[in-house]
């Protein structure tokens, strides 16, 4: 045991050696830590809006910093994806202490800009500006983000875990400054305060950001993060209209270190024991308080459909084992809508095989060439015209609708009788087909289940703007999900199928697989985003660097967020008249693929949808020929007692309807991205 005047010289020799220690202020521009220019900050960070945030430029010295993106280029970067994020990102540089000498030799600069960055000078520094409270030097949280044309990160809140202060830094070439009109700015979301009948207050994020930061090099931009009101997301980085541009561009990338300051770990200055976890329950508190349903767009609203001949709702004799029968009076309505190929009981009959056995299937050419043209024509004419930019005014000029939160979804969107600026094809689809008993019976004979009640909208993706993030349904119950693609403009990944079918002889469905196979599968160009997905719900045991949280991410395997996975023939017994049925092409089973779908004309998926999975559309990049727009709708169906209401082959998990986002995500699991 230490005697007493041992521990005092310990101690000693412990403060002197931080008295020793390197201050790193000469890492940053000459004059940031004097106390005007400190204060300047403080008081500019104090009176931001829509939330406190700060923008510092030229933090680091200049020469420093350049060295840092010349070594650069020794460091590997992947390719990331989800629902929420497109980037390339490098490893934790928190591991750059666990390198050997020979690979340390090649990143001096890194390491310096590291430990400057986390010195203690700068965490109090920034600790003074945010009034944060201290901040950790000992659990350093940074990585590389490189957003090239495309990429992206949409609405989040960066809640998680001990985060205090999140930053970005920005390396863009300083040679050439980055202009706003390529896209890449931070951007910040004013959040509307609603008080419950409870007390309680609800935050809810604004569809539309207030704030707009463009990337600039050592700028060096950093908010508190606070839950349900921190929320922010990158613009994509719009790609060069042509090759001309993109030389002159020097090719748009969009380069940044970003992090996070956590809260001080044990034996720091200002530990508090216990403070993670009340952190911990105060976010997930918040982000329950932050679900706010009533507060969403759009509302589900089930109606059932009209009574039978005998009194019970839903179809006439509502049992699974008798089949409900097209009467020439349904026929004739559905031949208004549909396409006659699909009316005829030899194909109703395979469709529903494939149906029962795969629980998911894809109609080509659903709709009646006719009615077909009628909305091909509408939706042009839409296109044609400018859409207001801002949601209120939007939804004051237009038959559209905001949908929000942003960082569930953002989409326009009309539901059956909602419009006030006359009617459309598309909402023939919703006020007359969709809840019509002839389609009632319909979905019954295409699914094998028995349909009983309905909830649909027509939705619009603008390029650039829209998506939806992946929710989970919730509900014990399974249900019929469909989704009819009617996006008239090419280059949503799927066209060369549709070329190859127009344009070969053979029957696709045997002939045609393995040449639809080999177009799916070289594609080389980045997709335009757009598809609608199921994918397997992820475990939540990753690691903390994993950022999950609000902000999580359902991964996107590779082939599907080039365009190189596609839907696939699915009925070898069918004519080469007859319009192709297809399933999904999810063959590999661990890349958690349920089903996916491009953006494409006239397509109808349908997915046997039962409790746990995600779904979501991904963001419609501003490189698309034109928006994406479809028609969705959600069908109760009665349960089968026999078996649990079950059904064999059924999609597993999947996730939360289009019609209805209200579900929110699991906000314990994680993700691998910074802005």
């Known amino acids: 045991m230490k005697r007493k005047s041992d521990q005092v010289d310990d101690l000693e020799v412990a403060e002197q050696a931080k008295r020793r220690a390197p201050s790193h202020q000469d890492r940053f521009r000459e004059g940031l830590f004097d106390e005007p220019v400190l204060d300047g900050y403080r008081k500019s960070y104090a009176t931001s809006e829509p939330y406190r945030h700060g923008v510092i430029q030229n933090l680091i010295s200049s020469s420093l910093l350049r060295n840092v993106r010349s070594e650069i280029q020794n460091l590997c970067f992947t390719p990331k994806e989800t629902d929420i994020y497109k980037i390339h990102q490098s490893g934790d540089l928190a591991n750059l202490d666990g390198l050997d000498d020979s690979s340390l030799k090649l990143l001096p600069s890194l390491l310096a800009l590291r430990d400057a960055m986390y010195s203690s000078d ?5 600790s003074t500006i945010t009034s944060s409270g201290a901040l950790s030097g000992k ?59 409870d007390g309680k207050v609800t935050k809810i994020p604004s569809p539309d950001y207030s704030v707009s930061i463009p990337p600039a090099f050592n700028q060096l931009s950093f908010f508190a993060v606070q839950p349900g009101e921190s929320f922010h997301d990158v613009q994509e980085v719009y790609a060069e209209d042509d090759e001309k541009d993109k030389e002159k561009a020097g090719g748009r990338v969009r380069m940044a270190i970003s992090g996070w300051y956590h809260i001080p770990q044990e034996g720091e200055d200002g530990y508090v024991e216990g403070l993670e976890d009340r952190l911990a329950e105060k976010s997930s508190l918040m982000q329950l308080q932050g679900k706010g349903d009533k507060h969403e767009l759009p509302k589900a609203n089930f109606k059932l459909y009209k009574k039978g001949s005998n009194g019970d709702i839903g179809l006439p004799t509502p049992s699974p084992q008798e089949d409900p029968v097209l009467s020439e009076e349904d026929l004739n309505f559905l031949l208004k809508y549909i396409a006659p190929t699909y009316l005829t009981p030899d194909t109703l009959e395979s469709v529903s095989s494939i149906f029962v056995e795969e629980c998911s299937l894809c109609l080509d050419t659903f709709l009646s060439q006719e009615f077909s043209n009628s909305v091909r024509e509408y939706i042009e004419s839409q296109e044609s015209q400018t859409l207001p930019s801002e949601s209120a005014e939007i939804e004051e000029m237009t038959p559209w609708t905001v949908a929000r939160p942003p960082h569930k979804h953002h989409f326009l969107f009309q539901k059956a009788s909602s419009s006030k600026h006359g009617g459309s094809p598309l909402l023939d689809l919703l006020e007359d087909l969709l809840p019509s008993e002839a389609f009632q019976k319909w979905l019954s004979l295409a699914t094998g289940q028995t349909i009983m009640s309905h909830n649909s909208l027509v939705r619009r993706f603008r390029r650039g703007r829209d998506y939806t993030l992946a929710t989970g349904y919730e509900e014990d119950t399974p249900r019929i999900e469909l989704c009819l693609s009617i996006t008239p403009t090419s280059g949503w990944d799927d066209d060369q199928i549709a070329d190859l079918e127009k344009d070969t002889h053979q029957d696709p469905a045997v002939k045609g697989k393995d040449e639809i196979d080999k177009v799916t599968t070289t594609a080389d160009e980045p997709g335009v985003g757009g598809y609608l997905a199921y994918m397997a719900g992820g475990d939540d045991d990753d690691s903390d660097h994993n950022e999950g949280g609000s902000d999580h991410g359902v991964e996107v395997p590779l082939d599907m967020s080039t365009g190189a ?13 007859d319009p192709a049925i297809y399933q999904a092409s999810g063959d590999d089973e661990d890349d958690g693929v349920l089903f996916s779908m491009p953006a494409g004309w006239n397509r109808l998926g349908v997915v046997f949808r039962d409790q746990g999975t995600m779904r979501f559309v991904k963001y419609v990049s501003r490189k698309a020929k034109g928006d994406r727009w479809d028609l969705v709708g959600e069908f109760d169906v009665l349960e089968d007692e026999s078996d649990d209401g079950k059904v064999e082959g059924k999609v597993e998990e999947t996730g939360s309807s289009e019609a209805d986002d209200g579900h929110d995500r699991d906000d314990d699991s994680s993700t691998e991205y910074s802005d």
């Open 565 to 577: 996975r596609s839907t696939r023939a699915a009925n070898p017994k069918k004519s080469k008249q």
């Open 139 to 197: 659990k350093t949280d940074m990585a590389i983000n490189v957003y090239t044309p495309g990429c992206h990160l949409l609405c989040h809140d960066d809640v998680i875990g001990s985060r205090r202060v999140s930053y970005i830094l920005y390396l863009t070439d300083p040679d050439k400054p980055w202009k706003e009109e390529w896209g890449g700015a931070l951007r910040l979301y004013p959040t509307q305060t609603y008080t419950e009948d």
């Open 122 to 126: 700068f965490r109090k520094y920034l």
